[in-house]
């Protein structure tokens, strides 16, 4: 992390206190930046200690499979963000390729929201009412771009478009950014095509991302039981290409069974107070 960047998500954090913010632990730039954009929740079910939101973002798919099957032996319903990525099967995740995988996740019930097609990260706000991102694939792959509020949503929408030609159901009515990285216009355009973005607490960064020999998977694990509250909207990725020990066959059993001999229970962001009153389809 750059001074620079260090500066503008301390910069970033200065928020009303009933916004999460700064991440407890020493983590990648957009890993604090998107837990300011996380509305606390306090309500859980009668028989729950709490309630906790587990939630996919795509990536290389490396462990897809795994996520799906500790979901269902733990009877988790859980929230996946989707953007078309690259896999490690050698195509994309929302390649027709995919359909089965994803078909299945939603006869289980689970939710799904949007993040971005191309996986597009934001950069910047221009002058000239312009949003400057950068796309990670897609033909301007790797290239700066200059969106409209108007292309903005419809980069949210294709995610959405596809996924009902692979599964025949619509996205849920929420997005997050990749990277975490938002701005008042990128909310805003958002918000204006029916999508609420959503992050994630500072707690609930899995740290699946971060190097493994200075993070390993025990010390992620002991650190996200001793510190995960209830309403905490927890991330994790389906795959990260630059991680030598993977997390999730290491952690995420584990860590749902941990949380589970607390008493916490699992929810969709269905269910989250911040989002539920956004049910309806964008």
Aim: proline letters at 6%; hydrophobic letters at 40%.
């Amino acid at each position: 992390m750059t001074g620079v960047m260090m500066k503008r998500l301390i910069s970033a954090c200065r928020v009303p206190a009933v916004l999460l913010c700064a991440s407890a632990m020493l983590t990648p730039a957009h890993a604090a930046a998107s837990a300011a954009a996380v509305p606390a929740a306090s309500s859980a079910p009668a028989a729950c200690k709490g309630t906790i939101y587990m939630t996919f973002d795509t990536g290389s798919q490396s462990q897809a499979q795994l996520i799906a099957d500790v979901l269902n032996k733990r009877h988790i319903k859980a929230t996946f963000f989707l953007a078309n990525e690259k896999t490690t099967r050698g195509d994309y995740s929302l390649d027709p390729s995919w359909a089965p995988y994803w078909k299945a996740r939603v006869a289980e019930g689970h939710a799904f929201g949007t993040h971005t097609f191309d996986h597009v990260y934001w950069k910047k706000d221009l002058a000239n009412g312009l949003i400057q991102v950068k796309p990670q694939f897609g033909k301007d792959g790797g290239k700066l771009a200059s969106f409209t509020d108007q292309q903005f949503c419809e980069e949210l929408r294709r995610v959405d478009t596809r996924f009902q030609e692979l599964t025949g159901r619509k996205l849920d009515p929420f997005w997050r950014a990749p990277g975490g990285y938002t701005s008042p216009r990128t909310l805003a355009a958002g918000s204006a095509c029916g999508y609420q973005h959503a992050g994630w607490a500072p707690a609930g960064y899995s740290g699946d991302e971060l190097p493994s020999d200075k993070y390993p998977n025990a010390m992620l694990l002991k650190k996200a039981l001793a510190n995960l509250r209830s309403g905490d909207i927890f991330i994790s990725h389906m795959g990260i290409w630059s991680r030598k020990d993977a997390w999730a066959p290491a952690n995420l059993d584990a860590l749902i069974s941990g949380l589970q001999d607390k008493g916490f229970c699992f929810a969709t962001l269905r269910e989250h107070p911040a989002y539920a009153q956004k049910k309806g389809q964008p």
